[in-house]
Nanobody, 127 residues
Framework: VQLQASGGGLVQAGGSLRLSCAASGRTGAMGWFRQAPGKEREFVSAIIWNGGNTFYTYYSDSVKGRFTISRDNAQNTVYLQMNSLKPEDTAVYYC?????????????????????WGQGTQVTVSS
């Protein structure tokens, strides 16, 4: 599976951006991670498809209430709507996908769960 992320850019604090990630195939888990300069890659959000119309979403505490993840299975695309952006959201955002459905207790926040990674898209939030 290949992933192509887009939608990054420069925005002022308080503004919004929408990231998109198109996958070449369908996977159960799709998520976003980010990496700021000098920091480790961190989990942002994930959406897990368990077949049918059931989706499970996860967010890091730092973005909960500001970011919304969604996916279009027909287009094999995941979106990350980012509102109320802060300078600390500045990072390279990576799309990830994993060959797994939903299992209670599985750690969808761990990068180890994901099998495929996109190239990253830069998000810069100015103060």
């Amino acid at each position: 599976v290949q992933l192509q992320a887009s939608g990054g850019g420069l925005v002022q604090a308080g503004g919004s951006l929408r990231l998109s990630c198109a996958a070449s195939g369908r996977t159960g888990a799709m998520g976003w991670f980010r990496q700021a300069p000098g920091k480790e890659r961190e989990f942002v959000s994930a959406i897990i498809w368990n077949g049918g119309n059931t989706f499970y979403t996860y967010y890091s505490d730092s973005v909960k209430g500001r970011f919304t993840i969604s996916r279009d299975n027909a287009q094999n695309t995941v979106y990350l709507q980012m509102n109320s952006l802060k300078p600390e959201d500045t990072a390279v955002y990576y799309c990830a996908a994993g060959n797994t459905g939903y299992y209670s207790g599985r750690n969808y926040r761990s990068p180890d769960l994901y099998d495929y990674w996109g190239q990253g898209t830069q998000v810069t939030v100015s103060s």
